[in-house]
């Protein structure tokens, strides 16, 4: 019953990570620069929560949640 809106979210995630975030990092390039990286976390943070509003059944409770969720995709390689 879970594992339905899990699976689409991995899937809808991913190709947000391939045709999405590259716009958005082009466009945040300056901001990127002025502080030192950290806008780039919150355009992490931008494609999850497209994944959260395109998929249906899927939510993200929170913004400490985005946060963890976003620290746990940087630590893993």
């Keep these: 019953e879970r594992?339905?809106?899990l699976l689409l979210a991995g899937a809808v995630f991913g190709l947000?990570?391939?045709f999405v975030k590259p716009l958005l990092t082009f466009i945040a390039i300056?901001?990127?620069i002025l502080t030192?990286?950290?806008?780039?976390f919150?355009?992490?943070v931008?494609?999850?929560a497209l994944t959260e509003w395109v998929v249906p059944n899927f939510s993200i409770d929170?913004?400490?949640?985005?946060?963890g969720a976003v620290i746990?995709?940087?630590v893993e390689p």
């Design 3 to 5: 594992w339905g809106p």
């Design 16 to 18: 947000a990570n391939v």
């Design 30 to 32: 300056p901001l990127i």
């Design 36 to 40: 030192f990286g950290l806008a780039y």
């Design 42 to 44: 919150f355009v992490n």
């Design 46 to 48: 931008a494609i999850l």
């Design 62 to 67: 929170g913004f400490w949640t985005y946060v």
């Design 72 to 74: 746990v995709m940087y």
